[in-house]
């Protein structure tokens, strides 16, 4: 199993920790780590893309992993694991996406900014956005060449030829990815065995206890069933 965390997040998150704890005690190898300018990670966050992002994955799963993947991403994670199931299709055997937001910085950044953040792109390179919700964590760097170079990895204009089980975890009341995505993506992936669990009043993040105890066993499920 590979952890793939979130935009700004980093392999020690709560998700990361449970899940890793979890496989440990089932005897399934797992693997975490960071992309480029994420955590403990060299290099600044904000050169990072979501093509470098999305080779970092690719690159992780090549030297740190042997056989069937089961691909877990939490947020921007999901959009990354998508990318890189598409990239080594032979190696992934599940794809579990927790909030995935495939194509979240054109259609939940781009689209929704108004003319003024938009000209401080345009202008500044750089646009500094407040996540009231995560204390303090921002304000996030929301890179012009982010944006622009993401076009070439959007996904969710046509299906999407991905066939392995996919799993996706989404709150009802997230404020950041609704979880219309998360039906969205179900409906553009060519996988046949696709299950969406939409968890009433549930935030962004799903790391409560007891988020964290169904991400576990939503995880066990996928792991076992593609086993065997």
């Known amino acids: 199993m590979v952890f793939l965390g979130g935009f700004m997040s980093d392999m020690t998150g709560g998700k990361a920790l449970a899940l890793e704890a979890h496989a440990k005690a089932r005897g399934q190898a797992f693997l975490r780590f960071d992309y480029l300018g994420h955590g403990a990670s060299s290099g600044r966050f904000e050169d990072g893309t979501i093509g470098r992002w999305a080779d970092d994955a690719v690159a992780a799963i090549d030297a740190l992993s042997e056989g069937p993947q089961v691909l877990v991403g939490s947020s921007m994670g999901g959009w990354i694991m998508l990318l890189a199931a598409l990239a080594r299709p032979e190696r992934i055997a599940g794809l579990l996406g927790i909030a995935a937001a495939p194509d979240f910085t054109e259609t939940l950044m781009w689209d929704a900014f108004g003319p003024d953040i938009r000209a401080t ?35 969710m204009d046509k299906p999407i030829p991905i066939r392995c089980p996919v799993r996706l975890i989404h709150g009802t009341a997230d404020p950041d990815v609704p979880y219309s995505l998360a039906l969205d993506l179900m409906d553009k992936l060519e996988a046949a065995d696709v299950e969406v669990t939409l968890v009433k009043g549930g935030g962004h993040r799903l790391s409560e206890p007891p988020d964290l105890a169904r991400l576990t066993a939503v995880a066990a499920a996928l792991s076992d069933q593609v086993a065997a």
């Open 121 to 155: 792109l345009q202008r500044d390179g750089v646009y500094y956005q407040d996540y009231q919700d995560y204390g303090d964590e921002g304000p996030y760097p929301i890179t012009l060449s982010l944006i622009e170079e993401a076009r070439a990895h959007l996904i």
